[in-house]
C-alpha cells in the first residue's frame, strides 16, 4: 500500500491568494500619516512575515494539517486587517468631508 501523499496545491494556492490581496490592498501611508497608520503598517509587515513562514513550512513538507490551521488564521487576520484599512480610508474621507458624525 503506498503511503497516503496530501496535496499542497490548494494550501498554495490559498498563500498565492492571501498575498495577492494583501499586495491589493490601499498604501497606508497614501492615507495619512497618523499612529493608525504606522500600526496598520507594522501588521500588514507581520502578516507578510506569517505568510513567509508559512511558505517555508509548506517547502518543508511539515505536517499539512498545521498550515492549513495557520492558514485558516492568517486568513482572518488578513481579512481583519484589510478592514481596518478600509475603514481608516473611509474615515479619512469622512474628515476631508468635513466632519464626523
Same mark, same amino acid.
Given at each position: ?6 496535496? @499542497?496545491?490548494?494550501?498554495? $494556492? +490559498?498563500?498565492?491568494? @492571501?498575498?495577492? !490581496? ?9 492615507? =495619512?500619516?497618523?499612529? $493608525?497608520?504606522?500600526?496598520?503598517? $507594522?501588521? *500588514?509587515?507581520?502578516? !507578510?512575515?506569517?505568510? *513567509? ?5 509548506? +517547502? ?11 492558514? !485558516? !488564521?492568517?486568513?482572518? /487576520? ?12 473611509? /474615515? ?5 468631508? =468635513? =466632519?464626523?458624525?
Amino acid at each position: 500500500m503506498e503511503p497516503h501523499t496530501v496535496n @499542497l496545491d490548494p494550501l498554495l $494556492r +490559498a498563500l498565492d491568494n @492571501l498575498d495577492r !490581496r494583501l499586495s491589493a490592498a490601499p498604501s497606508v501611508g497614501e492615507i =495619512g500619516d497618523s499612529g $493608525r497608520e504606522q500600526l496598520l503598517l $507594522r501588521d *500588514r509587515e507581520r502578516l !507578510r512575515a506569517r505568510l *513567509r513562514a508559512a511558505a517555508v513550512l509548506l +517547502a518543508e513538507l511539515s505536517d499539512p494539517l498545521v498550515v492549513q490551521e495557520e492558514l !485558516r !488564521r492568517l486568513t482572518l /487576520d488578513v481579512d481583519h486587517h484589510l478592514q481596518r484599512v478600509n475603514d481608516l480610508a473611509y /474615515d479619512a474621507v469622512a474628515m476631508e468631508v =468635513g =466632519g464626523s458624525e
